[in-house]
């Protein structure tokens, strides 16, 4: 097995993250205590590539256990109340109980949906966070945060479900679709544009290898994000602080995909590309971030195949209403991330 790197999460239930290729196929992976039960949770496009191999690792470490595996539609599209539900009654009609684990495997719409599931389910069970994409392994797998959406927004009913474990092997990223992997990179750019430009720089210095999908260089990258991630984490587990800078375009990408209905007419990694240029935009004029910085981060986004300017026929004024529903507005304010300068975010409120 390739060699793989081991991130501790700190905070109230500390976990770790294992990051490497092949680990899917190790059967050490799956010697997860004294499990019982398992509630194995996957989609369509993940499913036929991965489950037959989680399912025979589960096995093979828990000859003793139930394994129910649940295949949903894939897409943001149903990460939905009515989807959420019926997992719950799955996990119902199953009798699973409050020692049973749920594995996530997949992007992050399974992340986000299983992991609300878990954390519902008897007020609570365990979490292991299984994602196939570059966008949840940087993102959306560390940090606990679950949700599903309405159609007033994104990620509007949820709840902060630490996992128990994340297992990220990049060998699931040599089958991502080209499209997916790009809107993954723009995970990736948020968090140079927002906390190192250096790290902007490795990436362009690596982009050929990034863009080959080398193993190595993915464990790298992968790990890095992690990092980043778990430090404010462990510092804001509930997002009362610092962790918004999470989010740099992110209110703005996120009203582009309540605009575009949540479908593949526009991805979330897209929004975000789109999202941080209008943020880097606005930041020039209220806190005059040079122009040669937005220009930076454009061309970093443009190198990894992203979008860099809205879907024609977009109306600011819809797209502003929309932002105004983004959950981390306070009061009258409209809360955004924007930036110093590349690699320096800040939270920055102006009036509704």
């Avoid at 295949?71 to 943001?76: H, I, K, N, V």
């Avoid at 997949?106 to 570059?134: E, F, H, K, Y």
């Avoid at 989010?247 to 941080?276: C, K, Q, R, S």
């Amino acid at each position: 097995m390739t060699e793989h790197t081991t991130i501790r999460v700190e905070g109230p239930q500390p976990y770790t993250v294992t990051v490497g290729a092949d680990l899917l196929r190790n059967a050490t992976t799956w010697q997860l205590q004294s499990a019982k039960q398992f509630a194995l949770i996957t989609d369509h496009h993940v499913g036929p590539l991965y489950l037959k191999a989680v399912h025979e690792g589960l096995t093979a470490a828990h000859p003793d256990a139930q394994i129910l595996s649940l295949t949903l539609d894939a897409g943001e599209a149903s990460k939905n109340w009515q989807q959420l539900g019926n997992v719950l009654e799955q996990l119902a009609d199953a009798g699973m109980r409050r020692d049973a684990v749920v594995l996530a495997l997949g992007g992050g719409v399974i992340g986000d949906l299983a992991g609300l599931a878990a954390a519902l389910w008897m007020r609570g069970i365990d979490c292991i966070q299984v994602p196939t994409s570059l966008l949840a392994m940087v993102d959306s797998s560390v940090g606990g945060k679950t949700a599903v959406d309405l159609p007033h927004g994104k990620n509007l009913i949820g709840a902060f479900h630490p996992p128990r474990h994340v297992i990220a092997d990049v060998a699931t990223l040599t089958t991502l679709p080209a499209r997916e992997f790009a809107a993954g990179m723009a995970e990736v750019i948020k968090y140079g544009a927002a906390f190192d430009r250096e790290f902007m720089q490795w990436l362009q210095q690596y982009a050929a290898e990034i863009t080959a999908r080398d193993a190595a260089t993915l464990t790298e990258l992968v790990a890095r994000c992690i990092r980043y991630k778990a430090a404010i984490v462990a510092r804001d587990p509930t997002e009362r602080g610092e962790r918004a800078l999470l989010n740099f375009g992110h209110t703005f990408g996120h009203a582009l995909e309540v605009m575009a209905g949540y479908g593949d007419a526009l991805l979330h990694g897209e929004a975000v590309a789109i999202g941080m240029v209008q943020a880097a935009r606005h930041s020039e004029s209220a806190l005059q971030l040079p122009a040669a910085d937005t220009q930076q981060l454009i061309d970093t986004l443009q190198r990894f195949g992203l979008p860099t300017e809205p879907p024609a026929g977009t109306d600011p004024q819809t797209q502003k209403h929309h932002m105004r529903l983004d959950k981390k507005n306070t009061g009258s304010a409209l809360r955004l991330i924007l930036l110093q300068q590349l690699g320096r975010a800040v939270i920055h409120e102006s009036p509704l």
